[in-house]
């Protein structure tokens, strides 16, 4: 019932810029945040951004990206800056705490992840 979609990935050069951008959609009354994550091959899924009440980064994005967030339109996206093949991942958006019109409870729902791929 909630759609959670994923665009803008792509091939940069080491030290370019990328925006990524991602719809929630479905029969939602609210979300309590939303966020980015990525996962590099042979590597744990890690949390890139994300904001709700609050916003927090990874250590290994911080002044480089920037998530932002359009609570209307349930979207939300992230600006990445500067680059760097260490970034190479799948970027996943998350919905966190979705409560759909009609229930008392809330759940997360994740999109099918966007690729991006910095090259040296």
């Known amino acids: 019932q909630v759609q959670v979609v994923e665009s803008g990935g792509g091939l940069v050069q080491t030290g370019g810029s990328l925006r990524l951008s991602c719809a929630a959609s479905g029969s939602i009354h609210s979300i309590n945040a939303m966020g980015w994550y990525r996962q590099a091959p042979g590597k744990q899924r890690e949390l890139v951004a994300r904001i709700g009440d609050s916003t927090i980064y990874g250590n290994s994005v911080k002044d480089r990206f920037t998530i932002s967030r359009d609570n209307a339109k349930n979207m939300v996206y992230l600006q990445m800056n500067s680059l760097k093949p260490d970034d190479t991942a799948v970027y996943y958006c998350?919905?966190?705490?979705?409560?759909?019109?009609?229930?008392?409870?809330?759940?997360?729902?994740w999109g099918k992840g966007t690729l991006v791929t910095v090259s040296s």
């Open positions: 998350a919905a966190i705490g979705v409560r759909l019109q009609g229930s008392n409870y809330r759940s997360d729902y």
